[in-house]
């Protein structure tokens, strides 16, 4: 008999590891205990050999279904005497701050059994949990998680719920989030801020279906903030909800109560089912099917596009209404289109009711407000892609481990802002954190960045900031590097995109092999001063090189043109020809010669592919003004697809053919080819399904120039599943791919790209593509942009 060390490295907590662990251990009549360790979970065991052996290979084969175990190992110690197993704390308080933080979970499948049984002391309980499911995240206040660091910390265990998380064998063993009926959460419905109508759960319940039939809008708070839910299928309100949100167009996701359900009315892959039923429990995109397009009233919910946001319940009070209701719910993010979500109640108070008919609230409180997830699979080769990264996936990140030392802050972009803590070895990714331009948003991204700060109890050793100095999270970090007197390091922001990617494949100085990044987005400031967003990177040995780029076209008017695609037609069509009439037709005349002047002074450029997508789809008349980011791109992906769908993926060729020669992409060969296709009377699909096909080939073209099989890619422009499902199919096998599958191809994987160029110490060589370094805009053309605006 001897004692044995097991470590365990990469697990999250709140999952019910610790209590698998008790249950082994006096399975096997062990003794010892296990306790969370500043690098994972620690365990002390006397045994045998063959005994500490098979338990440690147990451990590993049949850890609870929601841990994740990076790396592990055992080893023979000095010997000391336990008389029983237990469950410990760290004797050391400051190592519980360095474990990884549990995201939320959704309800498990045991959990809602228990909802819906009227047999059980908990049928019909809104906030059921156990060690598998329930809030983990969002309701944390310190580390380690334990109940009193949480806002479960206010409702005491009554007597029954005491003897469940005692109880060796009870699924509650251990859990911190325990409750019922006697002791938990209480549910109240309210009409205004100034009354509570109902605090019955079975009156409420009952209420709400009522209302829903109505036709009413109601804010319902649910794990990560307030929800706002409505019938799908009645038009008026569905109008009515986007006229109070100020959301004229964009997709809204629907509520239904159970994945056969789903599968009636909507085609759904099995990998597009694993997502819908996991622990995550995001929204996917699904195509629906025609009895959904009978029942459902697609244009209002998504506009123009061809596939919808669904989601079944990720939490039990989500679970009764849905189920009650019987019928699909509007399910959106309870806030004005632009700001973030609402999470606290005296927010929701002062504030919903100005969207809202009615509001169901509670009396536990959320502390990291998050969004709902959103995740698309490609339709040809089933690639997974984050659309949006939070509630279930937020915020450790255990894919990579950081190799410093030292802990190393990230503040991440703009528009869709994160921020990356990495800390003796463990990585952490914020949720989204919405757009850096809205000062709501940006007091959300403090206020989660503080309470990460207070958290772990930690003062940063470095910090990490994009380029631009117009950015939020770029001012932010000098505030911080100034308060904790620390170094700012810079990092231009398609080289952190281009690290992500690395990073996330563990891509980096593994190999001193060449690869090469195509990293395409709608804007970042360059090394030159002008905005990039169309680029081809080198990598190898730890030194990033622009190899090459699409050829500048002017950028005016500011975010004017992020808004209006038929701006971004414009300055792209600049390029190569005389304007059409068409074009010419889409602007007033003061706006033309307004325009036409800042075009023919402009000092500031951009090698942007998100405008060129925006510029296409105003050629193609399908955007000319968009109302939230990236609807024009959606637009012109659906009308290729539609294209595609109905006649093959290699029906065209490429407006780049015999083109690219040297460093430069030549944007007007793309955008000449197309107005030469319009003016010749192409179909428009054809037009938008060539325009995809020309970036394929373009990845193909710079491969063999650059003499390279790996690729990477990153950017938000590779949120497009058209055309990743198309790079994928043509180029597989000939060329190693890497894509996004854990972060977002968008901004939110910026601050984790920054975090990864920095611990690596990646170098940047700009190869021979230099413009000159212009300043903004002089006192004239600022004068002319206000004309405009």
Same mark, same amino acid.
């Given at each position: ?16 590891? $610790? ?525 990033? $090189? ?100 109905? $006649? ?142």
């Amino acid at each position: 008999m001897a004692t044995y060390h097991i470590h365990l490295n990469g697990i999250v907590q709140g999952v019910g590891f $610790r209590p698998a662990v008790y249950h082994l251990a006096t399975e096997m009549d062990l003794k010892g205990y296990v306790e969370n360790g500043s690098d994972g979970v620690n365990v002390f065991i006397n045994a045998t050999k063959s005994e500490a052996n098979l338990f440690f290979e147990k451990l590993r084969l049949h850890a609870p279904e929601r841990s994740k175990i990076s790396s592990a190992s055992i080893q023979k110690i000095p010997h000391q005497l336990f008389s029983a197993f237990s469950i410990a704390l760290s004797k050391d308080a400051a190592s519980e701050k360095q474990v990884s933080i549990p995201p939320d979970l959704a309800t498990c499948a045991n959990c809602l059994a228990d909802l819906h049984d009227v047999n059980n002391r908990r049928h019909r309980y809104p906030f059921i949990t156990c060690t598998q499911c329930g809030p983990r995240y969002s309701i944390i206040n310190s580390l380690p998680y334990e109940r009193h660091y949480t806002s479960m910390s206010r409702f005491e265990p009554c007597k029954t719920c005491g003897h469940e998380y005692n109880s060796l064998t009870d699924r509650r063993f251990f859990s911190q989030s325990n409750s019922c009926t006697q002791c938990g959460i209480s549910l109240i419905l309210q009409k205004d801020a100034s009354s509570v109508m109902l605090t019955n759960v079975g009156d409420i319940l009952s209420k709400v279906k009522i209302l829903l039939k109505q036709g009413k809008i109601i804010a319902v708070k649910g794990i990560g903030g307030y929800i706002l839910l409505c019938d799908a299928q009645q038009n008026a309100t569905i109008k009515l909800l986007r006229s109070r949100k100020h959301r004229p167009s964009k997709p809204f996701a629907i509520l239904y109560p159970d994945i056969k359900t789903i599968q009636n009315y909507f085609e759904v892959s099995d990998n597009e089912k694993m997502f819908l039923t996991s622990v995550e429990a995001p929204i996917v995109l699904l195509h629906p099917k025609r009895l959904a397009r009978r029942s459902l009233a697609i244009n209002h919910i998504a506009p123009g596009l061809n596939r919808l946001g669904v989601m079944i319940p990720y939490n039990p009070l989500f679970d009764l209404i849905a189920r009650d209701y019987g019928k699909p719910l509007i399910a959106t993010s309870a806030n004005i289109s632009g700001s973030p979500i609402i999470y606290r109640d005296d927010d929701a108070l002062n504030y919903l009711f100005d969207i809202a008919d009615y509001i169901v609230s509670h009396n536990r409180a959320i502390l990291v407000p998050q969004d709902d997830s959103v995740v698309q699979v490609s339709s040809l080769t089933n690639l997974p892609v984050i659309l949006r990264r939070s509630r279930g996936y937020a915020p450790s990140f255990l894919q990579y481990q950081a190799r410093a030392d030292q802990s190393i802050l990230a503040t991440g972009a703009f528009i869709k802002s994160s921020f990356t803590l990495a800390l003796k070895g463990n990585v952490f990714v914020s949720q989204f954190l919405g757009s850096g331009e809205s000062f709501e948003s940006q007091l959300m991204y403090r206020h989660t960045l503080e309470h990460w700060l207070n958290m772990y109890t930690v003062k940063p050793d470095l910090i990490i900031a994009d380029k631009h100095p117009d950015y939020f999270s770029h001012q932010y970090a000098h505030d911080l590097a100034r308060k904790f007197s620390v170094k700012l390091k810079l990092v231009q922001h398609h080289e952190a995109h281009f690290a992500a990617i690395l990073g996330e494949h563990h891509h980096l100085l593994s190999t001193p092999k060449r690869t090469m990044g195509v990293i395409w987005d709608g804007t970042g400031l360059g090394h030159d001063g002008h905005i990039w967003g169309g680029e081809f990177f080198t990598y190898q040995n730890g030194q990033m $090189r622009r190899c090459a780029h699409f050829d500048y076209f002017p950028s005016i008017a500011g975010d004017k043109t992020a808004l209006e695609p038929r701006i971004a037609a414009l300055c792209a069509s600049h390029l190569v020809c005389p304007p059409s009439r068409q074009l010419k037709e889409k602007f007033t005349v003061t706006e033309w010669n307004n325009y036409q002047a800042l075009i023919n002074n402009s000092k500031l450029h951009t090698s942007s592919v998100g405008r060129l997508f925006d510029a296409a789809a105003s050629l193609l008349g399908i955007c000319d003004k968009q109302t939230y980011e990236g609807e024009a791109a959606l637009y012109l992906q659906k009308l290729a697809e539609d294209y595609v769908a109905a $006649r093959g993926y290699c029906n065209c060729k490429s407006y780049f053919e015999g083109k690219p020669e040297g460093d430069g992409v030549p944007t007007g060969a793309l955008i000449e080819g197309m107005i030469k296709d319009l003016q010749g009377g192409k179909d428009k699909g054809y037009i938008a399904a060539r325009f995809h096909y020309s970036l394929v080939c373009l990845v193909d073209a710079m491969a063999l120039r650059f003499k390279v099989t790996d690729i990477c890619f990153s950017g938000g422009v590779f949120q497009n599943t058209l055309l990743v499902d198309w790079i994928r199919s043509k180029y597989t096998g000939k060329y190693q791919l890497y894509f996004h599958i854990n972060l977002c191809p968008n901004d939110e994987n910026i601050s984790f790209g920054q975090m990864v160029y920095a611990e690596n110490n990646i170098t940047s060589a700009e190869g021979g593509i230099h413009q000159p370094n212009f300043n903004q805009t002089d006192h004239a053309l600022c004068a002319a942009e206000e004309l405009i605006n």
